[in-house]
T-cell receptor, first 117, second 112 residues
Framework: GAVVSQHPSWVICKSGTSVKIECRSL??????MFWYRQFPKQSLMLMAT?????????EQGVEKDKFLINHASLTLSTLTVTSAHPEDSSFYIC?????????????FGQGTRLTVV | AQSVTQPDIHITVSEGASLELRCNYS??????LFWYVQSPGQGLQLLLK??????LVQGIKGFEAEFKRSQSSFNLRKPSVHWSDAAEYFC??????????FGTGTSLTVIP
């Protein structure tokens, strides 16, 4: 099956710094990728939809200036958590699907555990 | 609006016993339904999916799920649970453009 790679798997950063998380589709092209956030013992909540070559679409309540998304190519989307604070500590997961197959299985990255200290 | 409900937050079963995890959805059109499993600190692994056709779908690791349109349900079942099945299970509905809506998850504990 298709592979989505997320990097890094875990990161610890100081409060006030920025962290970039990468999501790559390794063997297919994805015009759209999705970023989710998961708090401990909770479900995945969609944060934003990343669109190749255009601005991301953010879900209600998600600060677009804090969670910067760039989708510069058909195989790479990045999420940058700017001026991170301890409350941003969470598990972030991306997903993507081959662009020619709508509503089929989405392939998920392995997730990134962010801890802000 | 799309939504997915998993009524059981936590389930404990004995190894070898049968398992059923419940999932109910709300969706305006024909749903695309999925079950994912997540081990601690890991990403999501697809167990099975339903798009159309036979309402009883088979997945990996011996899991199956049945789509019941009249009940808006997509319950996950396994006839005999193994200790390695202990994990978090998420039901999801796929919306337009591959956007997913997830249930709150069911945590499965398997006791010897």
């Amino acid at each position: 099956g298709a592979v989505v790679s997320q990097h890094p798997s875990w990161v610890i950063c100081k409060s006030g710094t920025s962290v970039k998380i990468e999501c790559r589709s390794l063997d297919f092209q994805a015009t759209t990728m999705f970023w989710y956030r998961q708090f401990p013992k909770q479900s995945l909540m969609l944060m934003a939809t990343s669109n190749e070559g255009s601005k991301a679409t953010y879900e209600q309540g998600v600060e677009k200036d804090k969670f910067l998304i760039n989708h510069a190519s058909l195989t790479l989307s990045t999420l940058t958590v700017t001026s991170a604070h301890p409350e941003d500590s969470s598990f972030y997961i991306c997903s993507a699907s081959p662009h020619y197959r709508e509503n089929t299985e989405a392939f998920f990255g392995q997730g990134t555990r962010l801890t802000v200290v | 609006a799309q939504s997915v409900t998993q009524p059981d937050i936590h389930i404990t079963v004995s190894e070898g016993a049968s398992l059923e995890l419940r999932c109910n959805y709300s969706y305006g059109a024909t749903p695309y339904l999925f079950w994912y499993v997540q081990s601690p600190g890991q990403g999501l692994q697809l167990l099975l999916k339903y798009f159309s056709g036979d309402t009883l779908v088979q997945g990996i690791k011996g899991f199956e799920a049945e789509f019941k349109r009249s009940q808006s349900s997509f319950n996950l079942r396994k006839p005999s649970v193994h200790w390695s099945d202990a994990a978090e299970y998420f039901c999801a509905v796929g919306a337009t453009g591959n956007q997913f809506y997830f249930g709150t998850g069911t945590s499965l504990t398997v006791i010897p």
